[in-house]
């Protein structure tokens, strides 16, 4: 079965700690994704990646990190440097290319609480 | 910059009726595609339709169907006879054409849709 899984769903993490949120998919898509959701502000790009060993920040990279190692893996890394990380993170992957759908596939999210 | 803008915080419709949640962008790019995404209470996102900016013809997937006026940069979507099920955040989103893509999605504020029974 084809598609994105995030893990874990539910994550809490004390003042201070870096965490790390996984992200994996088996669509054999170039692009992946990493969101985060806050309530009445819609969805806002993180970071993201076309291919492998390569990746952009996107318009709230600080305080984020991550890597893409694999294809099918894009792993976020939230630092103690990132202020207000509580939050829901979701993840997506996108084939790109001419003739390729332009659309992204979301994972279920992850739910990041900072006690 | 693009932008993309619901002016809807939240509607609720009865069963079985029609609503339309409202959408408005603003871009200088004329090769784009915009997307309609459903986030229900399990928080998984679903896209719902797609449109691109080429096509005069209006996208429709059973049930949802959009009015995309590029000249307005208007892009509404409306569903008819509503489900219960249909009850959930709906998230409208700019992607920019090939030939600058990224692929990367701009996301409206989002529209919460309840369905009354």
């Known amino acids: 079965d084809g598609g994105i899984t995030q893990s874990p769903k539910y994550l809490f993490r004390k003042e201070g700690q870096n965490v790390t949120l996984s992200c994996e998919q088996n669509?054999?898509?170039?692009?992946m994704y990493w969101y985060r959701q806050d309530p009445g502000q819609g969805l806002r790009l993180i970071y993201y990646?076309?291919?492998?060993?390569?990746?952009q920040k996107g318009d709230i990279a600080e305080g984020y990190s991550v890597s893409r190692e694999k294809k099918e893996s894009f792993p976020l890394t939230v630092t103690s440097a990132q202020k207000n990380p509580t939050a829901f993170y979701l993840c997506?992957?996108?084939?790109?290319?001419?003739?390729?759908?332009?659309?992204?596939?979301f994972g279920p999210g992850t739910r990041l609480t900072v006690l | 910059a693009q932008t993309v803008t619901q002016s809807q915080p939240e509607m609720s419709v009865q069963e079985a009726e029609t609503v339309t949640l409202s959408c408005t962008y603003d871009?200088?790019?004329?090769?784009?595609?915009l997307f309609w995404y459903k986030q229900p209470p399990s928080r998984q996102m679903i896209l719902v339709i797609r449109q691109e900016a080429y096509k005069q013809q209006n996208a429709t997937e059973n049930r949802f169907s959009v009015n995309f006026q590029k000249a307005a940069k208007s892009f509404s979507l409306k569903i008819s006879d509503s489900q219960l099920g249909d009850t959930a955040m709906y998230f409208c989103a700019f992607m920019k054409g090939y030939g600058g893509a990224t692929n990367k999605l701009i996301f409206g504020t989002g529209t919460l849709l309840a369905v009354q029974p």
């Open positions: 669509l054999n898509h170039d692009a």
């Open positions: 990646s076309q291919i492998v060993n390569d990746f």
């Open positions: 997506a992957s996108s084939p790109l290319g001419q003739g390729a759908r332009n659309e992204q596939f």
């Open positions: 871009t200088s790019e004329n090769n784009y595609y």
